[in-house]
């Protein structure tokens, strides 16, 4: 079965600094969602990517799906205290059911 | 527009007791999931809905968890009887009729067995 693995774990990053979290899956991305989700809160959507090569930003925040579909990145650049949160990358887990699988999530601290 | 509603917030049960969680998705939304999110790992599908319809529960523990929606909108989904490895948030999520479109989630219920 398909597994997502997200790094690091945890970040803790000065504020106005950038960062990147990362997303590998063992198996070909058919489609790649990116959630932000606070403690004790639902997920909250940011951006979907499905073709390779494709990158889409918000705001400060950029998402890119490699060549190959296996990875994806989050890029965050001068970071805020709002940016703080646990980021999970969801997928596909075949072609376009809806059905999504997650990584375990990256904590991201942003110091002030 | 209103997001996915869920309630309640928080349930506190003991194990071996029954509880049930409501879920009430965006209007117009066709597909509906819950998800399980243990703590410190991301969300597990358990069912997902597609109208009032089953489409996947192959993660779905039958021998004590059920889930329903009646009449394709309001979704129920019930623990009978609970076990303390259920503590966790329980999520419900929504979206448009195609699986391309991005689920919407509800704010979760938090579940604790002693």
């Known amino acids: 079965s398909q597994e997502l693995e997200q790094s690091p774990q945890s970040l803790i990053v000065q504020e106005g600094k950038n960062l990147t979290i990362n997303c590998t899956s063992s198996k070909t991305l058919y489609g790649l969602y990116w959630y932000k989700q606070k403690y004790g809160e639902g997920l909250i959507f940011l951006m979907m990517?499905?073709?390779?090569?494709e990158e889409k930003s918000h705001e400060k925040i950029t998402a890119k799906l490699d060549e190959k579909k296996q990875q994806s990145s989050l890029h965050i650049t001068a970071s805020q205290p709002s940016h703080a949160g646990i980021y999970l990358c969801?997928?596909?887990?075949?072609?376009?059911?809806?059905?999504?699988?997650f990584g375990q999530g990256t904590t991201l601290q942003v110091k002030p | 527009e209103a997001g996915v509603a869920q309630s309640p917030r928080y349930k506190i049960i003991e194990k071996r007791q029954s509880v049930a969680f409501w879920c009430n998705p965006i209007?117009?939304?066709?597909?509906l999931y819950w998800y399980q999110q243990i703590l410190g790992q991301g969300p597990k599908l358990l069912i997902q809905f597609q109208n009032n319809g089953v489409v996947d529960d192959s993660q779905l523990p039958k021998d004590r968890f059920s889930a329903e929606r009646l009449k394709g909108v309001d979704s129920t989904l019930k623990i009978q009887p609970a076990k303390l490895e259920d503590s966790a948030v329980y999520l419900c999520a929504s979206s448009l009729d195609s699986p391309l479109y991005e689920q919407y989630f509800g704010p979760g219920t938090r579940l604790t067995v002693t």
């Open positions: 209007s117009g939304h066709a597909t």
């Open positions: 990517l499905q073709k390779g090569g």
């Open positions: 969801g997928a596909d887990n075949a072609s376009n059911t809806g059905k999504l699988i």
